[in-house]
């Protein structure tokens, strides 16, 4: 690694160390010409083919702004929307998988969405399971109902622990299909 100061063609790795959601290390390095300290941070790498062909690194930033969309006018923060962007990028990443297209990261935000508020995720599933009719949401609704992660709106489902979403947070559906296949 060149020292980003004197260009220096190598450093001296000081201190690393995982950071809190273990997705990356964090390396503090010390550059023996010049002395001036860098940080760098590694991550395995994850991709994301996009509609058009085009391959970009995973984005939490790009997760954000597309669910920010669906959450408008809803009782959802901007923490609310990077702890979400944290949950997809580790469940994609659970998977052992390193190149996604956008429709699977789109579908990967779903059970994270819907734990978060139920709108938005009718909205956004909307859009990333292509609904065509009334139906296609009446489905949606049904499912809603038969099995309610979050209870109604506006009732409890607005006061409901963090603690309960982390035990849910893995609960999707790919998960649900690996399990059966194994
Ligand atoms: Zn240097």
């Known amino acids: 690694m060149h020292c980003p100061f004197c260009r220096h063609p190598d450093s001296r790795v000081i201190d690393s160390r995982t950071a809190d959601d ?6 503090r390095r010390q550059c023996p010409e010049c ?3 860098f940080t760098t941070t590694e991550t395995a790498s994850l991709t994301v083919i996009k509609r058009s062909g085009v391959v ?3 984005s939490r930033e790009k997760v954000m702004s597309g669910v920010r969309k669906a959450c408008q006018g809803r009782p959802v923060t901007e923490g609310d929307l990077a702890v979400l962007a944290q949950r ?5 990443r659970s998977s052992g998988i390193a190149q996604f297209d956008a429709n699977e990261i789109g579908l990967a935000i779903l059970p994270h969405l819907r734990e978060l508020d139920e709108v938005a995720y009718l909205r956004f599933a909307s859009v990333y399971q292509a609904f065509e009719s009334l139906a296609d949401f009446d489905a949606a609704i ?3 109902r038969a099995h309610p992660g979050g209870a109604a709106e506006a009732h409890e489902g607005e006061t409901r622990g963090t603690g309960e979403h982390e035990a849910r947070a893995h609960d999707h559906g790919r998960d649900a299909a690996r399990a059966s296949e194994e």
Request: aromatic share 4%; charged share 40%.
């Open 22 to 27: 273990g997705l990356s290390i964090r390396r």
């Open 35 to 37: 002395g001036r300290r």
């Open 56 to 58: 970009e690194p995973f």
């Open 88 to 92: 997809v990028e580790e469940s994609v």
């Open 142 to 144: 049904a499912e809603l």
